[in-house]
């Protein structure tokens, strides 16, 4: 590979320093690197640099690297949702599941890409619409890496969630909120709310409810084939609905959220060698075994 997209959390405070380490790299190595022009702007213009809208990366580059923590790979991958892009992300932030490549690897990152020895791992997303009472379906048009959350937003007040997989009904929830998450977004939201760890590659979701108020509701692990149907039941005030954290949309009693696995992934570069077990024994602060 020659030309590699780049976009980068320009809100990071060693944002402007870690982009010239990696246009210093990037030059010696021979690549180029294509950028938003705020971006080229911060990292000082001139070679290895190319102005690029990351909306044309799919006809310009050949791969895509995301410079920050996990989140600014999560808005790297919904650039990228309708291209076969893949993507890797190098960590200027403070946790790292996914952006496991840290600063003094982002020379040797590079020259993976540059001589193509690198993984790919496929990472399964979602896609949702809402179906409002009364009729009508509003197409939710970015997918999740993560998860897709139903909650109650800033109210104080119980909701009443219903589920139901493959079109047949589970229970009814009373709870704040309702998590569906991707084997990538285990270790998110719903790993912070009593989620299970399901490792990458497992073909799985998770399903974890935010704060039941019984003692019988325990998330659910499903084939992430699963048709997942979720339907405010009651609710003083609009409840939200978040893709991976973010653009919410209002949900009102008698609404349905359906989800289900997108038909493209996410194609997540690693360096060779990458185990993500000890990717969680570092970042969850496991301790090594005893004898």
């Known amino acids: 590979m020659q030309r590699i997209g780049l976009i980068v959390n320009e809100a990071k405070p060693r944002a402007a320093e870690a982009l010239r380490q990696v246009g210093h790299d990037a030059a010696g190595l021979g690549l ?22 990351p909306a044309d990366f799919e006809r310009a580059v050949q791969a895509v690297v995301a410079l920050g923590g996990d989140g600014t790979l999560l808005q790297a991958a919904h650039c990228l949702q309708d291209t076969n892009l893949p993507l890797m992300g190098l960590n200027i932030g403070s946790l790292g599941y996914l952006t496991s490549v840290g600063e003094g690897q982002f020379g040797t990152a590079l020259r993976a890409l540059r001589e193509d020895r690198f993984e790919i791992s496929e990472r399964t997303m979602l ?23 139903v909650s109650r937003g800033a109210s104080g007040r119980l909701a009443h969630i219903e589920l139901a ?65 979720i339907r405010v039941a009651s609710a003083a005030t609009p409840l939200l609905l978040a893709i991976d ?7 009102r009693a008698g609404d349905w959220v359906e989800v289900e696995r997108s038909q493209t992934p996410a194609r997540i570069v690693f360096l060779p060698g990458h185990d993500p077990y000890t990717v969680l024994s570092r970042k969850l602060g496991w301790g090594g075994r005893t004898s």
């Open 127 to 149: 896609s949702s619409r809402i179906r409002r009472v009364g009729g009508g379906t509003e197409a939710v048009d970015m997918r999740a890496l993560n998860d897709v959350v």
């Open 165 to 229: 997989l493959d079109e047949v009904p589970v229970t009814t929830y009373a709870c704040d909120g309702l998590i569906v998450a991707t084997a990538t977004g285990s270790t998110a939201y719903s790993l912070a709310a009593g989620g299970p760890i399901v490792m990458p590659g497992t073909p799985a979701l998770a399903i974890c409810m935010i704060c039941p108020h019984a003692l019988g509701a325990r998330p659910l692990i499903v084939p992430e084939t699963t048709h997942v149907s």
């Open 245 to 251: 954290g973010r653009d919410d949309y209002a949900l």
């Open 32 to 53: 180029t690197l294509f950028a938003s022009p705020a971006t080229v702007a911060l990292a000082g213009g001139g070679p290895p640099w190319q102005p690029c809208d």
